[in-house]
């Protein structure tokens, strides 16, 4: 501590550098914070992703319809505790770019499905009475207006009603939060029973099943049953774990987390080289006070330290005034106004932002810190 | 002399020779000398005559090619880099031509690095900083960079810094080379204070013969060898 003042007017001598520097590091870890966030929205919340639950579609395609009729069959397999079916409608709000997910659903085992939607008892009961009823998660709630009592309008491409309009109207009575930070509260869900009542066409099919086993060690032996339940029929089944299930999915955009990785590495060399070389040539223009220090008693390792805390000072700070305001931008919200319904900055990644500052101090300064420490004090005073 | 009756200083066949190129360039040659304890000694010669490596030895800044350098008792050979270095911080006071202050830091910091050294807490650092600076005269000059102080201010800061351990010896490369007249005459009856009132040994670089003369004694230098006088 005694030592600070030495260390911070060393490395603010010369403010316009390393101001320039210190923002270079401070943008790069906005960026990381950004990319993280990025990086959670495109995996589709598979890091919250349950454990216990299977994912059952039709084996060829995702988009091909499951007979309804699956679901009693995959209810009595040994290892199920719960089956509940989910279809894609694929509707938008007013205009094509106000895109987000809905579902029509079987309400109660719905819920039971997924307890990490949660909603007041009050809203659950008056979705239960109201087969016109749609609940919806709190982001798009927030992004819309929406408040409980309001009639949604939602225009389908796909699902023409009986009366041949492509308007669905739903009398929104419920909206629910997410237990966990990455829970996706963009969706809304509405009453199967309405929905294929009122369809004019598919009557009878499912999109997809989301099964519960009773114990997550018995996963892959139930999805394996379920497999088996349905082959050589007209529809076979392809069925996997949920986290499976969203890694695929988002991997159709690429192998996100390897692109974030390769994107943050250019990044981060280049700010190795920015900061390394603020160190160097401070450490050069120094050779002569660094000499003085050794001639009033400094040891070679005391100097060492003293320029590695420098690069770790600097880069410390960056990195902390980075993921603030890192953080604090990602919390402002999705930035591209509903495609990455699930945005936020996990605290496990600002810890990882924690350990490259440090890591960037000192990868930054332990070469000039070397040329300081190896630095003799006589031809130190006589180079200066 | 020390208590013991021994030289603070002691010196004996120092030889030092730097590579250069492929050659060898010899600096110093069987060189002998002893500083008693108090003593304030003047050393004189022209450029390159060894005056400065010669400090340098004296004061663990550099080792000599061989022969052997005793300071206080203290063999100098025989202390590793880290040895010596502590060794340093505990016994010897440097005043550099150029006054060599950190110019980020002002009087009061400056003055203080050697006893970040120490185990002194922030209020006795303090304490012995303003002492230092009060003995030099610049007590009212604590928080000014150095780029707001004369030179012969700055070093006089410099001879605040070389003190504040209290040290055994004070080495001085060419205190006043840098200085004008007056400012020149300041730091030498700041030095000889120092040598009367102190009891510090001094051994100061010079090639000043007005400052020699402040001396106790004046050695002088030529070619790497003590001599009776520098040639014409």
């Known amino acids: 501590m005694k030592f600070a003042a030495l260390i911070a007017s060393n490395l603010f001598r010369r403010r316009l550098r390393t101001g320039l520097t210190l923002l270079s590091v401070t943008v790069a870890f906005i960026l990381f914070a950004y990319l993280s966030a990025i990086r959670v929205g495109l995996s589709q919340g598979v890091d919250v992703a349950g454990a216990d639950r299977l994912t059952v579609f039709h084996r060829v395609s995702i988009a091909q319809p499951l007979p309804l009729s699956y679901l009693d069959r995959i209810r009595r397999l040994p290892g199920v505790q719960l089956v509940v079916h989910q279809s894609w409608f694929g509707g938008v709000y007013q205009d094509p770019k106000n895109f987000f997910p809905q579902m029509p659903v079987d309400p109660e085992p719905f819920l039971k499905m997924y307890p990490e939607f949660l909603l007041p008892e009050a809203q659950r009961q008056a979705w239960l009475r109201t087969r016109t009823g749609a609940i919806v998660g709190r982001a798009t709630a927030k992004r819309f207006g929406w408040r409980i009592d309001d009639r949604i309008p939602i225009q389908t491409g796909i699902w023409t009603r009986k009366d041949g309009s492509m308007t669905w109207e739903f009398d929104l009575v419920g909206i629910f939060d997410g237990a966990k930070q990455g829970t996706d509260t963009s969706p809304l869900y509405f009453r199967y029973d309405y929905f294929d009542e009122t369809r004019g066409i598919g009557k009878g099919l499912v999109g997809w099943y989301i099964v519960r086993v009773t114990d997550p060690e018995r996963t892959p032996g139930v999805a394996r049953a379920i497999n088996e339940e349905f082959a050589n029929s007209s529809a076979e089944v392809k069925a996997e774990s949920e986290k499976a299930f969203l890694q695929s999915w988002a991997k159709q955009v690429g192998d996100i987390g390897r692109i974030i990785t390769a994107i943050l590495t250019a990044v981060f060399f280049t700010i190795l080289l920015v900061a390394g070389n603020t160190m160097a040539q401070s450490v050069r223009e120094r050779t002569e006070e660094l000499g003085v220090l050794k001639a009033v008693g400094f040891t070679h390792r005391q100097v060492l330290r003293l320029v590695l805390a420098e690069s770790c000072l600097l880069a410390g700070l960056g990195a902390a005034l980075g993921l603030t305001l890192g953080y604090l931008l990602v919390a402002g919200g999705d930035p591209t106004g509903g495609a990455l319904p699930v945005f936020y900055f996990p605290p496990a990644d600002v810890a990882r932002g924690g350990g490259l500052g440090l890591l960037l101090g000192l990868a930054s300064g332990v070469l000039p810190a070397l040329q300081a420490m190896r630095l003799q004090v006589a031809e130190a005073l006589r180079r200066g | ?232």
């Open chain 2, 1 to 232: 002399m020390t208590a013991n009756g021994k030289p603070l200083v002691q010196l004996a066949g120092v030889e030092k020779s730097y590579r250069r190129g492929a050659g060898r360039v010899q600096v110093l040659e069987r060189l002998d000398l002893a500083v008693a304890a108090g003593e304030f000694l003047a050393l004189m010669g022209p450029s390159g005559s060894g005056k400065s490596t010669l400090l340098n030895l004296i004061g663990g800044l550099d080792r000599p090619s061989s022969g052997t350098v005793v300071v206080g008792g203290e063999r100098m050979e025989h202390l590793s880099e880290q040895q010596l270095a502590r060794w340093r911080a505990r016994h010897i006071g440097f005043v550099f031509q150029f006054y060599n202050l950190l110019p980020a830091l002002n009087a009061a910091r400056n003055v203080e690095l050697p006893l970040l050294l120490t185990r002194l807490n922030r209020t006795q650092r303090r304490k012995r900083v303003e002492l230092a600076l009060s003995i030099v005269g610049l007590d009212h000059r604590l928080d000014h960079r150095p780029s707001q102080l004369s030179g012969g201010e700055q070093q006089r800061v410099g001879i605040a810094r070389a003190i504040v351990t209290d040290p055994t010896l004070l080495l001085c490369d060419e205190p006043t080379g840098d200085l004008d007249r007056a400012a020149g005459e300041a730091v030498l009856g700041l030095l000889h204070a120092l040598s009367r009132e102190h009891g510090k040994t001094i051994i100061m670089v010079t090639h000043d013969a007005h400052a020699s003369a402040r001396a106790d004694r004046t050695v002088f230098l030529y070619k790497g060898q003590i001599v009776d006088a520098i040639p014409a």
